[in-house]
C-alpha cells in the first residue's frame, strides 16, 4: 500500500504505464518506440502499412496499422495535467475578497497586478496568453471544481481524475473508456496519444488504450551525418528476397522504417522546435494535428506545482510555463484546425487558502480548471469557493463536480458517451458556443 504522502512523481510513475520491453509483446506501437519513430508514423502510412509486419506478428490485426484523417466535425481535445496541485487562488485571483488577503499575506497576488477579467477576478500576471483568450471570448474558467470527500493524496487524488472514478481504485481511465466505445473493439493507435515515454492511466480502456510518443523529433531515417548515412545505405543493402522469411520482414521493415522517419522530418522538425517542458510537448502535439493522423485525445503534463516552500516564485514559473506552452501550441497550430480544438485543463486539487510558516501552501481541494480555444463560450462557470471563517487548516468546498466537467467536454464537443463512460448522468456546464468544425 502507497503512503499517503507520496511525491507527486512517484504517484506519476504509479499511474503511467511504460511502454513495454518484452520482445513478445513487440506490437507496431513497441516497434515505432524501439526505432525512436513514436511520432505518428501515419504521416507515411502508406510506406510502413504493408503486410510486412503484420506477418511478423502473428494475431496483429492490419486494420490497426491504417491512420485515416479525423472527420471534419470531429473534436479534437488536447489534455494539460497540472500535477502536484495548482494553487487556484493565485491562478484566478479573487482581487476583492479582503479574507484572501488576509489568509494568504505575502503569497497574494495584488489587485494591481493581476489580469482583470471582471470588477472581482484577475489572473496570475504571467497568464497574459489567457487573459488575450479571455478577451477574445475564447477562455471559460471552471471555478471550485472537485469531488466529495476529497482525498489528500496526490496518488489517490490524481488516479481519481484520471480515471473519472473519484473515491475508488480504478484499472481504467475516462479517455480509455471513451475508446473503448469510439473504436468499438478496433485497435486504432492513432485516435488518442500522451507526448511523453509512457501512457498515462487516463488513456486506457478495457479493450482500448491510447499511445505514447516522444516530445521530439524522429532521428532514425532522419539524421543526415556520414554515419547515419552509411548506416541507412548498409541497412537498405539489407533488403533482400533470398534469405529467409525472418531476414526479408525484419530488413524490409527497417527499410520501411527509414522511410518514414525522412518523411517525418519535416513535420517534426530537430531545430527550432521549443524547448520548455510544456511548451515543447505542445507543439509536438500542435504538429501532429498538423499532419491530419487522425488523433482525437492528446494529452500532456507537467509538475513541480506543490509548492509546500517558496510558493510565490515557484508558482510564478508554473504560471509562465503553462501560458508559454498554450501560446506555443496556438503558434503551431494550423488556422485551419483551430475550430476542430479545444484545450482544457485539469490538476488534482488545489491549495490552502492560508499561507503556512514556510512561506508556502498545503494540499487543498477545489480549484479551477480552464477550457481554451475558438469554440468554446467565454466565461466563468461553477462558483468560487468561499474561504471567508475558514481555520488554518480547513479546506474549500467544491461546487462542480469533476464529472461534470469532464461530461461536459465529451458531450459538448467530443460527440457524447459521458453516462456510460463516468457511469452516470452529469450535468453539461455548456462550455461551447459551437460545435466542432464550425464557425
Given at each position: 500500500?502507497?503512503?499517503?504522502?507520496?511525491?507527486?512523481?512517484?504517484?506519476l510513475?504509479?499511474l503511467?504505464?511504460?511502454?513495454?520491453?518484452?520482445a513478445?509483446?513487440?506490437?507496431?506501437?513497441?516497434?515505432?518506440?524501439?526505432?525512436?519513430?513514436?511520432?505518428?508514423?501515419g504521416?507515411?502510412?502508406?510506406?510502413?502499412?504493408?503486410?510486412?509486419?503484420?506477418q511478423?506478428?502473428?494475431?496483429?490485426?492490419?486494420?490497426?496499422?491504417?491512420?485515416?484523417?479525423?472527420?471534419?466535425?470531429?473534436?479534437?481535445?488536447?489534455?494539460?495535467?497540472?500535477?502536484?496541485?495548482?494553487?487556484?487562488?493565485?491562478?484566478?485571483?479573487?482581487?476583492?475578497?479582503?479574507a484572501?488577503?488576509?489568509?494568504?499575506?505575502?503569497?497574494?497576488?495584488?489587485?494591481?497586478?493581476?489580469?482583470?477579467?471582471?470588477?472581482?477576478?484577475?489572473?496570475?500576471?504571467n497568464?497574459?496568453?489567457?487573459?488575450?483568450?479571455?478577451?477574445?471570448?475564447?477562455?471559460?474558467?471552471v471555478?471550485?471544481?472537485?469531488?466529495?470527500?476529497?482525498?489528500?493524496?496526490?496518488?489517490?487524488?490524481?488516479?481519481?481524475?484520471?480515471?473519472?472514478?473519484?473515491?475508488?481504485?480504478?484499472?481504467?481511465?475516462?479517455?480509455?473508456?471513451w475508446?473503448?466505445?469510439?473504436?468499438a473493439?478496433?485497435?486504432?493507435?492513432?485516435?488518442?496519444?500522451?507526448?511523453?515515454d509512457?501512457?498515462p492511466?487516463?488513456?486506457?480502456?478495457?479493450?482500448?488504450?491510447?499511445?505514447?510518443?516522444?516530445?521530439?523529433?524522429?532521428?532514425?531515417?532522419?539524421d543526415t551525418?556520414?554515419?547515419?548515412?552509411?548506416?541507412?545505405?548498409?541497412?537498405?543493402?539489407m533488403?533482400?528476397?533470398?534469405?529467409?522469411?525472418?531476414?526479408n520482414?525484419?530488413?524490409?521493415?527497417?527499410?520501411?522504417a527509414?522511410d518514414?522517419?525522412?518523411?517525418?522530418?519535416?513535420v517534426i522538425?530537430s531545430?527550432?522546435?521549443?524547448?520548455?517542458?510544456?511548451?515543447?510537448?505542445?507543439?509536438?502535439?500542435?504538429?501532429?494535428?498538423?499532419?491530419?493522423?487522425?488523433?482525437?485525445?492528446l494529452?500532456?503534463?507537467?509538475?513541480?506545482?506543490d509548492?509546500?516552500?517558496?510558493?510565490?516564485?515557484?508558482?510564478?514559473?508554473?504560471?509562465?510555463?503553462?501560458?508559454?506552452?498554450?501560446?506555443r501550441?496556438?503558434e503551431?497550430?494550423?488556422?485551419?484546425?483551430?475550430?476542430?480544438?479545444?484545450?482544457?485543463?485539469?490538476?488534482?486539487?488545489g491549495?490552502?487558502?492560508?499561507?503556512?510558516?514556510?512561506?508556502?501552501?498545503?494540499?487543498?481541494?477545489?480549484?479551477?480548471?480552464?477550457?481554451?480555444?475558438?469554440?468554446?463560450?467565454?466565461?466563468?462557470?461553477?462558483?468560487?469557493?468561499?474561504?471567508?471563517?475558514?481555520?488554518?487548516?480547513?479546506?474549500?468546498?467544491?461546487?462542480?463536480?469533476?464529472?461534470?466537467?469532464?461530461?461536459?467536454?465529451?458531450?459538448?464537443?467530443?460527440?457524447?458517451?459521458?453516462?456510460?463512460?463516468?457511469?452516470?448522468?452529469?450535468?453539461?456546464?455548456?462550455?461551447f458556443?459551437?460545435?466542432?468544425?464550425?464557425?
Amino acid at each position: 500500500m502507497l503512503h499517503s504522502d507520496i511525491s507527486t512523481t512517484d504517484a506519476l510513475s504509479h499511474l503511467h504505464t511504460a511502454e513495454p520491453d518484452d520482445a513478445s509483446a513487440l506490437d507496431r506501437r513497441r516497434f515505432l518506440r524501439l526505432l525512436g519513430l513514436g511520432l505518428g508514423a501515419g504521416v507515411a502510412g502508406s510506406l510502413i502499412g504493408s503486410p510486412l509486419l503484420d506477418q511478423l506478428m502473428p494475431g496483429h490485426d492490419p486494420a490497426a496499422w491504417a491512420a485515416g484523417p479525423s472527420g471534419a466535425n470531429d473534436g479534437i481535445l488536447i489534455l494539460i495535467g497540472l500535477y502536484g496541485g495548482n494553487d487556484g487562488l493565485n491562478s484566478v485571483v479573487p482581487i476583492t475578497d479582503r479574507a484572501y488577503y488576509q489568509q494568504r499575506g505575502s503569497l497574494a497576488i495584488a489587485d494591481t497586478s493581476a489580469l482583470p477579467i471582471d470588477a472581482t477576478t484577475g489572473l496570475h500576471p504571467n497568464l497574459t496568453e489567457f487573459k488575450r483568450r479571455w478577451d477574445l471570448g475564447q477562455l471559460a474558467i471552471v471555478e471550485g471544481t472537485g469531488y466529495a470527500n476529497p482525498d489528500l493524496s496526490h496518488f489517490n487524488s490524481i488516479g481519481y481524475w484520471m480515471s473519472g472514478r473519484p473515491n475508488m481504485a480504478s484499472s481504467t481511465g475516462w479517455i480509455g473508456r471513451w475508446l473503448d466505445g469510439q473504436l468499438a473493439g478496433k485497435r486504432d493507435l492513432f485516435a488518442a496519444a500522451h507526448i511523453g515515454d509512457s501512457v498515462p492511466l487516463t488513456m486506457v480502456g478495457a479493450v482500448s488504450r491510447g499511445t505514447s510518443v516522444p516530445a521530439s523529433a524522429p532521428t532514425f531515417g532522419a539524421d543526415t551525418t556520414p554515419a547515419d548515412l552509411h548506416r541507412s545505405r548498409a541497412l537498405r543493402a539489407m533488403q533482400t528476397t533470398n534469405q529467409g522469411t525472418w531476414h526479408n520482414l525484419v530488413s524490409s521493415a527497417l527499410v520501411d522504417a527509414l522511410d518514414v522517419g525522412a518523411t517525418l522530418a519535416p513535420v517534426i522538425p530537430s531545430a527550432g522546435m521549443a524547448t520548455g517542458p510544456l511548451s515543447s510537448q505542445l507543439e509536438v502535439a500542435a504538429r501532429m494535428i498538423n499532419a491530419n493522423l487522425g488523433f482525437r485525445v492528446l494529452s500532456t503534463g507537467f509538475h513541480d506545482f506543490d509548492h509546500h516552500a517558496d510558493h510565490r516564485r515557484e508558482h510564478a514559473a508554473r504560471m509562465t510555463e503553462l501560458n508559454d506552452g498554450v501560446r506555443r501550441f496556438f503558434e503551431v497550430l494550423n488556422p485551419a484546425w483551430a475550430h476542430r480544438v479545444t484545450v482544457a485543463t485539469f490538476s488534482e486539487f488545489g491549495r490552502t487558502s492560508w499561507a503556512n510558516e514556510s512561506l508556502g501552501t498545503d494540499h487543498g481541494t477545489a480549484a479551477p480548471q480552464f477550457v481554451i480555444g475558438p469554440n468554446v463560450r467565454g466565461g466563468r462557470y461553477g462558483q468560487r469557493p468561499t474561504i471567508a471563517g475558514l481555520a488554518r487548516w480547513e479546506r474549500m468546498a467544491h461546487h462542480v463536480d469533476y464529472r461534470s466537467y469532464y461530461a461536459s467536454l465529451l458531450d459538448g464537443w467530443m460527440g457524447g458517451g459521458s453516462t456510460d463512460v463516468l457511469g452516470g448522468t452529469f450535468a453539461d456546464l455548456g462550455l461551447f458556443r459551437a460545435g466542432p468544425g464550425q464557425i
